[in-house]
């Protein structure tokens, strides 16, 4: 399978094809990143698949902390962070060659009201790929980590200014618009912390915590007073669990591991926020188990990646009787989880590219 010729499907059944395609900005009628007819321009693949790369990153991060604090073997995590680069490099290459051929502009793509904000995830998988590298490459690693924040900030800054224009209709709004500024900030401060960069990482988290009240005054604003999202973009509600979680796995990466004095209350109201927003997935499920499959599904996999990873280095911080096990169980949970929907989604592709080709 070449990159020019991969099939992105977003979802199960005619119906909801139209409705991912058109959220994703495919013409309406096609699945978004499918194959046009011949003779025609083929379309850009969708911003979503963006979160393959970013779902496996959290995983591989998950096992690094369960190597450290379980003494699970690191060859797991290291594997999975492998399999998490590839799949960026891949995903990056794909998006550059077929957006080569297509009629529709990168730029049309990052102003779409649903795909845009979902672009900022490029550099920030790279952010935490750098500081994963910085741990057998430390100067590498730390000039991937300053490259992508660089290119967060400046994508943010752009895409702030385009909101800013009043072109964006509120009803767009979904849980991706996290991404930009919060999701990056946040990564952002805790890749810093991690390569050595501690002015930098307190900037980060000030940036994505800011931005985090912001937005979810914004958000959920939206969520409760407009129309309900499609079925394409409800998975990107997943993504509101995201910044508590984030910003805990900071504070420990700036704290050294042993938060005391103010971050150690910043830990504890940030796993308290993190309950709150877990009930809230809990409370959502009876409407994502209804959701045709699609690749947006992927749009969960970072978001509960990232509450397991900081509810693992929490268990740690306190210590209580038993805490391993709990651990050890949501760490099972997780990687059950993503493994099944990467099944799901490599059948899915599977399925499109038969249907392409037939």
Same mark, same amino acid.
């Given at each position: 399978m070449t990159t020019e010729s991969i099939p992105i499907p977003t979802a199960a059944g005619p119906a909801a094809r139209t409705a991912a395609g058109t959220a994703a900005g495919a013409a309406p009628g096609t699945a978004a990143g499918t194959v046009a007819a011949p003779g025609a321009s083929p379309t850009r693949i969708p911003f979503v698949t963006l979160a393959i790369s970013i779902g496996l990153a959290g995983l591989a991060g998950d096992w690094s902390i369960a190597g450290r604090l379980l003494g699970v073997p690191p060859v797991i995590g290291n594997v999975v962070w492998i399999i998490a680069a590839i799949a960026w490099v891949w995903l990056i290459v794909a998006h550059l060659v077929r957006g080569r051929r297509s009629a529709d502009s990168?730029?049309?793509?990052?102003?779409?009201p649903a795909q845009g904000p979902i672009g900022s995830l490029a550099p920030t998988v790279g952010m935490l790929l750098g500081a994963k590298l910085a741990d057998v490459a430390p100067l590498a690693g730390e000039i991937v980590v300053v490259v992508m924040i660089a290119v967060a900030a400046v994508f943010a800054a752009w895409i702030l200014g385009h909101w800013a224009s009043g072109r964006v209709q509120a009803a767009a709004i979904h849980g991706g618009y996290f991404l930009p500024t919060v999701a990056a900030g946040l990564v952002a401060a805790g890749a810093a912390a991690k390569v050595g960069?501690?002015?930098l990482a307190i900037g980060a988290l000030a940036v994505g915590v800011f931005f985090w009240i912001v937005m979810s005054v914004i958000i959920i604003a939206r969520l409760?007073?407009?129309p309900p999202l499609p079925d394409a973009l409800v998975p990107t509600l997943a993504i509101i669990a995201a910044p508590p979680a984030v910003a805990g796995e900071a504070v420990f990466a700036m704290s050294g591991g042993a938060p005391t004095g103010l971050a150690a209350g910043a830990v504890s109201a940030l796993i308290a926020i993190?309950?709150?927003?877990?009930?809230?997935? /809990?409370a959502l499920v009876r409407r994502y188990r209804y959701l045709p499959f699609g690749l947006g599904f992927w749009s969960f996999t970072f978001a509960y990646a990232?509450?397991?990873?900081?509810?693992m280095e929490w268990l740690?911080?306190?210590?209580?009787?038993?805490w391993q096990i709990i651990a050890a169980v949501l760490l099972g949970l997780i990687s059950?989880? /993503?493994?099944? /929907?990467?099944?799901?989604s490599i059948a899915l592709v599977v399925l499109a590219r038969r249907r392409t080709a037939g």
């Open positions: 990168l730029g049309d793509q990052l102003r779409h960069l501690p002015t409760a007073f407009l993190t309950v709150v927003m877990a009930g809230m997935q /809990i990232a509450v397991v990873g900081f509810v740690a911080f306190a210590a209580f009787p038993g059950v989880f /993503i493994g099944v /929907i990467s099944v799901r």
